[in-house]
């Protein structure tokens, strides 16, 4: 099982970046998927899932910014970040998991990790 993430890069405060995330090894149409992010220093945080009947939740800090989809034919989870802060600025990973409702935003929730990708926003 493998988890690929991609698109993370360098932006100015106010921009955009998508990051992707492609599975091989097992098939996430069953399987919820999430997006979690590590700041140097802090831990790894919570920033949006979406489930595999495709119900989406997102942090409150990226509420309204960042949008989580999901393309079952092509076995990848997008993650489109709009009005990067430089607070966003973290390595992101994504996962994917069968998690109950009380963990959907724990990472207790997720089984298989990508190795992450660095999000770095300039002010």
């Known amino acids: 099982v493998q988890l690929q993430a991609s698109g993370g890069g360098l932006v100015q405060a106010g921009g955009s970046l998508r990051l992707s995330c492609a599975a091989s090894g097992l098939t996430l149409s069953s399987r919820d998927m999430g997006w979690f992010r590590q700041a140097p220093g802090k831990e790894r945080e919570f920033v949006a899932a979406v489930s595999w009947l495709a119900s989406t939740y997102y942090a409150d800090s990226v509420k309204g910014r960042f949008t989580i989809s999901r393309d079952n034919a092509k076995n990848t989870v997008y993650l489109q970040m709009n009005s990067l802060k430089p607070e966003d600025t973290a390595v992101y990973y994504c996962?994917?998991?069968?998690?109950?409702?009380?963990?959907?935003?724990?990472?207790?929730?997720?089984?298989?990790w990508g190795q992450g990708t660095l999000v770095t926003v300039s002010s």
């Open positions: 996962a994917t998991g069968r998690p109950s409702s009380a963990l959907v935003r724990s990472p207790r929730g997720y089984d298989y």
